[in-house]
Antibody
Framework: EVQLVESGGGLIQPGGSLRLSCAASEFTVSSNYMTWVRQAPGKGLEWVSVIYTGGSTYYADSVKGRFTISRENSKNTLFLQMSALRAEDTAVYYC????????????WGQGTLVTVSS | DIQMTQSPSSVSASVGDRVTITCRASRGISSWLAWYQQKPGKAPKLLIYAASSLQSGVPSRFSGSGSGTDFTLTISSLQPEDFATYYCQQVNSFPFTFGPGTKVDIK
């Protein structure tokens, strides 16, 4: 059974940094498009970033220059390095895996909560 | 950026009802559209991709149609487990954007 398990969320002060992880099992991170999507409390879904199999990365304007998506193939894990965090980054962060090399995301993690507050 | 709108924002319906949700893109996206279902406290679930392709394991009462700027998700006969929020997402161009969601609740 495919599993994506996020970790690394927590309470962080504004301006701080945090790294989220998404560990995959029965699913190869390097062979599929991988994305991060977030959801602020009581709000809708917001696309954050994607990494393609070839290594290309793309970001939402709201996080560009502050967040970095990456993967470690040997650990079959996806990451989201977040810096210069703001209150508006407070959200549940989901990782998701695409149907091979497509942007149709059929496997999702359970989410990890990031709270940015002093 | 491509803006996605959905209507209605919420709908109250009964079990067995036919429910239609509309999604509109601010410019043409061909068929680069997905529909997701989300229940409270859970991750989104892919229902429809490429505007009209049913994701494996999703009941056939769900269907999608449209291309260009106007899209529709239809639930032909609403079941108790279908009460949830539904989102469309365009993946035609970056940044990928979601619609604001449509909440389907019990009448």
């Amino acid at each position: 059974e495919v599993q994506l398990v996020e970790s690394g969320g927590g309470l962080i002060q504004p301006g701080g940094s945090l790294r989220l992880s998404c560990a995959a099992s029965e699913f190869t991170v390097s062979s599929n498009y991988m994305t991060w999507v977030r959801q602020a409390p009581g709000k809708g879904l917001e696309w954050v970033s994607v990494i393609y199999t070839g290594g290309s990365t793309y970001y939402a304007d709201s996080v560009k220059g502050r967040f970095t998506i990456s993967r470690e193939n040997s650990k079959n894990t996806l990451f989201l390095q977040m810096s210069a965090l703001r209150a508006e980054d407070t959200a549940v962060y989901y990782c998701a895996g695409g149907k091979r090399t497509t942007n149709w995301y059929d496997y999702w993690g359970q989410g990890t909560l990031v709270t940015v507050s002093s | 950026d491509i803006q996605m709108t959905q209507s209605p924002s919420s709908v109250s319906a009964s079990v067995g009802d036919r429910v239609t949700i509309t999604c509109r893109a601010s410019r043409g996206i061909s068929s680069w559209l997905a529909w997701y279902q989300q229940k409270p406290g859970k991750a989104p679930k892919l229902l429809i991709y490429a505007a009209s392709s049913l994701q494996s394991g999703v009941p056939s009462r769900f269907s999608g149609s449209g291309s260009g700027t106007d899209f529709t998700l239809t639930i032909s006969s609403l079941q108790p487990e279908d009460f949830a929020t539904y989102y469309c997402q365009q993946v035609n161009s970056f940044p990928f954007t979601f619609g604001p969601g449509t909440k389907v609740d019990i009448k």
